[in-house]
Structures are given as structure tokens and as C-alpha cells.
């Protein structure tokens, strides 16, 4: 009973789509391993081999599929903690990573940073535009709203400037006669 338990907590602490991004990178693992004549869980492989068999997979996650071309450095190393951790989940061993258990093998963060130096900048959006609180709490405030369109309103006000971080989002750019300004949103 206790193992059903555990078991379904460990399930549920995964998102779906989590689960099957990481099934689908540890088929490519264990086929990119049996390619080169390596157990999976890289048990009784040396050093030099881990290495290079991790370092390798890593190159090959980096190319991406089809039109998606080259990933970034994020995807890599999401792919290999995967992989490291389900050899951890089914072993207890840590190939992948130093003695202390916390970082990757000197190959694997030098290949990372080395990806990083090349990936595009980040460009940070909004995820959600700051006039959505205004215009939730104004179709609420309707005289022919529902109670439930109140409720509503109400919520996305909340949830925007209370769930949120809100120094992301309540400045916004406006543009007067050619010059920038920042201004704050009133609600």
C-alpha cells in the first residue's frame, strides 16, 4: 500500500507533458548508447568514456530534429539531467555527475558553456499584457454583469498583481513624440 502511495506521488510530481519529453529523450539515450556499445546506466564505464558518451549525446540533442535545427543549452541540459537522474532513480549511481553529487563532470560543463556562449539572448515578454487587470475589473463592473463575471473580474485583477511579480508587470512602455517613457498602471 505505502509503495502505490509513493508511487503515485512520484507520477504526480511530473507534468504529462514533462513525462513524455523525458520518455522520449531516454529512448534516443539508450538507443545513442546501445549505437556505441555502452549499458545505459553507464555502470563499470570509466571516465573517459562516460565523458565522451555523455558529451556525444549532448552534441546530438544540440542538432534538434527535422526543420527545428539546433536548440539551445537549456534543452541540453534538460536532456542530460534526465538522463542522469533516471540512471540515479534506477541505480543510485551518479555517472554524470562529480563526487559531490551537484555538478556535471568538468566535459559536460564545459560543452554547456560553451553552448550558452552561442545561444541568441533571451528575450523576455510578458506573459500577460499589463491593460488584461483593467479591462478584467471593467467587464465585471458592467451593470449587466453576472455575478459570476464580477467574480471573475475580480480574480484576474488578483491573480495579476497579487500572484505575479509585480515589478515585471506593471511598468509598460509608451512612446510620445519619438521618446520612451515608463509609466506605472493605475488600477
Same mark, same amino acid.
Given at each position: 500500500?505505502?509503495?502505490?502511495?509513493? %508511487?503515485?506521488?512520484?507520477?504526480?510530481?511530473?507534468?504529462?507533458?514533462?513525462?513524455?519529453?523525458?520518455? *522520449?529523450?531516454?529512448?534516443?539515450? @539508450?538507443?545513442?548508447?546501445?549505437?556505441?556499445?555502452? *549499458?545505459?546506466?553507464?555502470?563499470?564505464?570509466?571516465?573517459? @568514456?562516460? $565523458?565522451?558518451? $555523455? @558529451?556525444?549525446?549532448?552534441?546530438?540533442?544540440?542538432?534538434?530534429? +527535422?526543420?527545428?535545427?539546433?536548440? +539551445?543549452?537549456?534543452?541540453?541540459?534538460?536532456?542530460?539531467?534526465?538522463?542522469?537522474?533516471?540512471?540515479?532513480? %534506477?541505480?543510485?549511481?551518479?555517472?554524470?555527475?562529480? !563526487? %559531490?553529487?551537484?555538478?556535471?563532470? !568538468?566535459?559536460?560543463?564545459?560543452?554547456?558553456?560553451?553552448?550558452? !556562449?552561442?545561444?541568441? $539572448?533571451?528575450?523576455?515578454?510578458?506573459? $500577460?499584457?499589463? %491593460?488584461?487587470? /483593467?479591462?478584467?475589473?471593467?467587464? +465585471?463592473?458592467?451593470?449587466?454583469?453576472?455575478?459570476?463575471? !464580477?467574480?471573475?473580474?475580480?480574480?484576474?485583477?488578483?491573480?495579476?498583481?497579487?500572484?505575479? *511579480?509585480?515589478?515585471?508587470?506593471?511598468?509598460?512602455?509608451?512612446? /510620445?513624440?519619438?521618446?520612451?517613457? /515608463?509609466?506605472?498602471?493605475?488600477?
Amino acid at each position: 500500500m505505502y509503495f502505490r502511495i509513493a %508511487d503515485r506521488g512520484i507520477a504526480n510530481g511530473r507534468v504529462e507533458a514533462t513525462t513524455i519529453a523525458r520518455e *522520449r529523450i531516454l529512448e534516443e539515450w @539508450t538507443s545513442y548508447c546501445a549505437s556505441h556499445r555502452v *549499458r545505459p546506466r553507464l555502470d563499470g564505464e570509466n571516465y573517459e @568514456t562516460v $565523458a565522451r558518451i $555523455a @558529451t556525444g549525446f549532448g552534441g546530438k540533442i544540440r542538432c534538434g530534429k +527535422g526543420r527545428s535545427g539546433q536548440v +539551445g543549452a537549456g534543452m541540453v541540459r534538460a536532456g542530460l539531467g534526465g538522463v542522469a537522474a533516471k540512471i540515479a532513480m %534506477d541505480s543510485g549511481a551518479q555517472p554524470l555527475h562529480q !563526487k %559531490d553529487g551537484t555538478h556535471y563532470i !568538468k566535459p559536460i560543463q564545459l560543452m554547456l558553456a560553451g553552448f550558452s !556562449k552561442f545561444d541568441p $539572448a533571451v528575450e523576455k515578454k510578458l506573459a $500577460a499584457h499589463p %491593460d488584461l487587470p /483593467r479591462y478584467g475589473v471593467a467587464r +465585471g463592473n458592467r451593470k449587466r454583469s453576472s455575478e459570476k463575471q !464580477k467574480a471573475v473580474g475580480d480574480l484576474v485583477n488578483v491573480a495579476f498583481y497579487w500572484l505575479l *511579480r509585480i515589478g515585471e508587470y506593471t511598468t509598460k512602455q509608451q512612446v /510620445r513624440k519619438g521618446k520612451k517613457k /515608463r509609466r506605472k498602471l493605475k488600477t
